[in-house]
């Protein structure tokens, strides 16, 4: 299982918005309304931020939210804030039964 | 609270074997689906194994299949990795995650431990 693709960095100014992609296949993103994303800030554990493309659990800013077109999932923060800037991580559901992460993007809020 | 706490980690040599464990508190931890998610040093995150919450049912990355085992004991609330035949590219962060498919969630996880360090090297 290939892992799926991400930018490997992305930048804004506070206050903008930004919106990172994750792209896949018809076996995982393309397949299944399973697409989850994760913050990670350095030397901490992932946050869960979206799921099932663009839910938000409880705790979680509106500002972040989810989407998806075809074999490609994104994820948007507006509004944004210096507390953004971490690690970004997406993750489906695949037909295999297992579960496959994007390689990251790298967040800086300029 | 809601907590996972892994341990177990630490230096092995190539060929060696390690066994981490995760402690779950604060939710029935008999009810919830279980993985194991590691994260290279410097590197993104790679989904490692899944068990079911009965334990019938185990799922395996292809990078760890036939040297890594998933085990869980609901009694003591704990989560396990048989970890056998370890390689250098197996030197890692572990986080046990929680899987919330049963329960809000679907395929995603919606709690993680801390992690424990695992190197392997001579």
């Known amino acids: 299982q290939s892992a799926l693709t991400q930018p490997a960095s992305v930048s804004g100014s506070p206050g903008q918005s930004i919106t990172i992609s994750c792209t896949g296949t018809?076996?995982?993103?393309?397949?299944?309304?399973?697409v989850s994303w994760y913050q990670q800030h350095p030397g901490k554990a992932p946050k869960l931020m979206i799921y099932?493309?663009?839910n938000r659990p409880s705790g979680v800013s509106n500002r972040f939210s989810g989407s998806k077109s075809g074999n490609t999932a994104s994820l948007t923060i507006s509004g944004l804030q210096a507390e953004d800037e971490a690690d970004y991580y997406c993750?489906?559901?695949?037909?295999?039964?297992?579960?496959?992460f994007g390689g990251g993007t790298k967040l800086t809020v300029l | 609270e809601v907590q996972l706490v892994e341990s177990g980690g630490g230096l092995v040599q190539p060929g060696g074997s390690l066994r981490l464990s995760c402690a779950a508190s604060?939710?029935?931890?008999?009810?919830?689906?279980m993985n194991w998610v590691r994260q290279a040093p410097g590197k993104g995150l790679e989904w490692v194994s899944y068990?079911?919450?009965?334990?019938?049912?185990?799922y395996y990355a292809d990078s760890v299949k036939g040297r890594f085992t998933i085990s869980r004991d609901n009694a003591k609330n704990s989560l396990y990795l048989q970890m056998n035949s370890l390689r250098a590219e197996d030197t890692a962060v572990y986080y046990c995650?929680?899987?919330?498919?049963?329960?809000?969630?679907?395929?995603?996880?919606?709690?993680w431990g801390q992690g424990t360090m695992v190197t392997v090297s001579s």
């Open positions: 604060g939710f029935t931890f008999s009810s919830y689906e």
């Open positions: 099932e493309v663009s």
């Open positions: 018809s076996s995982d993103v393309g397949g299944y309304n399973y």
């Open positions: 068990i079911s919450s009965s334990g019938s049912t185990i």
């Open positions: 993750s489906s559901y695949t037909s295999s039964s297992r579960k496959v």
């Open positions: 995650a929680r899987d919330g498919t049963s329960h809000y969630y679907p395929w995603a996880f919606d709690i």
